[in-house]
């Protein structure tokens, strides 16, 4: 196998799809194959039950580019593309669906806008072939985003981006992320840009996306925010808690002074609905400055260790042990060769 570095590394997510891995494969690596830049094709296999990593092996035993991840279990597509961002090892990553949505004649495109300049191309889905009512909702969901976090973008959900490596390699995302690489980007200073691409209906399989991902995505965005605004300083955003906190105790013990003085009956205004709601915003601030206390020394934790690796590898199909792309904390994975032989890693890996 050539150790030779590729130019790009297109990262494919797949959970699930067997009725159309053979056939986008194979169509994602003649369209990259007649693309200017040397690539490599990093399929993530998130723990299909279905026969997707049978035919993954398959096409990887005869491609060479073509390198292989197997989950234990389905981890989700945010774990799924941090493994690949971490296997990568050119300069610029591109993810790509696996459904075949995307067209993977705009990756050339894409790279090409990197080389002005920008850190950061995302896809414009602008004639999205899907449901009236899911691109409804995901055109609100996408303004909505925009002006919470203040990087404004047509289309948050489109997997087709192209990233340069630094800005992502290092990332550390969490739970459903990856729709808001482009914020975490941001907050590394990268320079974005959108452009349109183009789009193409499912045509066999199942959506992975339903109506429910609304809440999980309202939530994710109140916890993006607050990384915008606090993820080094998180005793501020609780300090503002126990600022108005307490300031609506010393209301409440004057409005009770006051009515104290002017019924002339302090025992009756000391026992009264005004100390008793001071009393619990004084609680409420109190624990809300220990919060941020606590919250500061995992800040300060994460930011000393933070390997971030939450999931587990089975396998790998077409990996080097001298790619280096494995963190030198993460736990050995077996690397597997076509036809050869399974061996562990001989030493750890460092990126």
């Known amino acids: 196998m050539s150790t030779r570095r590729p130019e790009i590394s297109v990262v494919v997510p797949a959970f699930q799809e067997e009725e159309l891995i053979g056939k986008t494969i194979p169509r994602f690596i003649e369209s990259l194959s007649q693309q200017r830049r040397s690539f490599e094709l990093i399929v993530v296999n998130d723990g299909s039950r279905d026969r997707t990593g049978e035919i993954l092996d398959q096409l990887a035993a005869g491609e060479p580019r073509l390198r292989v991840i197997h989950f234990a279990r389905n981890f989700g597509q945010t774990a799924a593309m941090m493994a690949g961002f971490w296997a990568a090892r050119a300069p610029v990553i591109v993810p790509l669906d696996a459904d075949g949505q995307n067209e993977p004649d705009d990756i050339e495109m894409l790279a090409d806008k990197l080389d002005e300049g ?115 300083k998180p005793i501020h955003f609780f300090g503002k808690i126990t600022q108005w906190a307490w300031a609506g105790t010393l209301a409440c013990f004057a409005f009770a002074v006051i009515k104290a003085v002017y019924d002339q009956d302090p025992w009756a205004a000391f026992w009264g609905k005004a100390p008793l709601v001071g009393t619990i915003l004084f609680v409420l601030g109190f624990i809300a400055i220990m919060s941020g206390l606590v919250a500061e020394l995992v800040m300060r934790a994460g930011f000393e260790f933070n390997a971030g690796r939450y999931w587990d590898e089975l396998r790998r199909v077409n990996f080097d042990h001298r790619d280096g792309v494995i963190d030198a904390r993460s736990l050995p994975i077996e690397m597997v060769q076509p036809g050869a032989e399974k061996q562990p890693l001989e030493e750890p890996l460092k990126r």
């Open 118 to 232: 920008y850190d950061v191309v995302s896809g414009w889905r602008k004639d999205r072939k899907d449901a009236w009512l899911r691109t409804t909702v995901s055109r609100i969901a996408n303004r909505i985003i925009g002006w919470r976090t203040g990087v404004k973008l047509h289309d948050y959900g489109c997997t087709l981006k192209a990233y340069r490596a630094q800005m992502v390699r290092d990332a550390r995302l969490f739970g459903e992320m990856h729709r808001f690489i482009p914020v975490f980007t941001s907050m590394h200073g990268a320079r974005i840009c959108e452009v349109v691409t183009r789009h193409h209906p499912r045509t066999a399989g199942k959506s992975k996306y339903g109506y429910g991902r609304i809440v999980r995505v309202a939530l994710d965005m109140v916890l993006v925010r607050m990384l915008q605004k606090y993820r080094t």
